[in-house]
């Protein structure tokens, strides 16, 4: 993968990332550890962090795992002081850990909702609340992992579209108040991206596949990978003067008004 500056922008940094296991957040910690940045992985399952970080480490980054649910305040709190024991502060922290199933509100048992809004958004503060003192100040930088229901209705998403919408105001909050210890604070929102399992049960069938990808401008889903880019981008200093956003990488799918809908409709159907 070529390096997205030509050099190490990340160079002698640390980060914590939670779901750093799987997915998404797997990418973004490759996408670290190739710019010299130490990862620390937290996640539920030990075997799925330590097959993550092995197969960093031979691909010739650092990287570590410390299992812990990001529910569980004090477990969580115990994985991150075990992260910063062993690589010393932290500079980058993303909170990544996330759960979703499609589901209509009446369809959802109240444990079901409050299940995606524990993981999402209560991890996620869970996550900023216990970093905080381990973080290097100034110059520490979170990003949240937030997602298009943030702002985008959709049916059969009533509980992650709550709990993205409380991950982007959270992001808000926190870059106010924890700016002046030079803290940065910022929400990437990805839409469809390939290869990963909200995907696979957003859109299960090849038909709906093609359906949702003629409701996105760019005609296709984002990969990992570019996810995994932004992330870096907002992570190194070219990003310095940006925090409290909200950055969304959607191929313009969140512009889609009736025009865009509109024109999917019309467009020829293969």
Known sequence: ?????????????????????????????????????????????????????????????????????????????????????????????????????????????????????????????????????????????????????AFTPMPMQAHVCAAKAGVDMLTKCLAIEWGPDGVRVNSIAPGAVDDTEGMLRLAPTPEIRKQLTRSIPLQRFATKGEIADLALFLSSDAAKFITGAVVVCDGGQSLASLGVNMMAAMRPRA
């Open 1 to 149: 993968m070529p390096e997205v500056f030509g050099r190490k922008v990340l160079e002698g940094k640390t980060a914590v990332i939670t779901g750093g296991g799987s997915g998404i957040n797997l990418d973004i910690a490759k996408r670290y550890a190739e710019h010299g940045c130490t990862v620390a992985l937290i996640g539920r399952t030990a075997e799925k962090l330590d097959t993550a970080a092995r197969g960093i480490r031979e691909a010739g980054g650092a990287a570590s795992g410390h299992p812990a649910d990001v529910r569980d305040y004090d477990a969580l709190a115990a994985a991150i002081k075990g992260a910063r024991d062993a690589h010393g502060e932290i500079d980058l922290v993303v909170c990544g850990a996330a759960g979703n199933f499609p589901a209509p509100a009446l369809g959802m048992s109240a444990n079901g909702f409050k299940s995606v809004v524990d993981i999402d958004l209560l991890g996620t503060f869970n996550t900023c609340r216990a970093v905080f003192e381990h973080l290097r100040r100034p110059g520490a930088s979170i990003i949240n992992i937030s997602a298009t229901q």
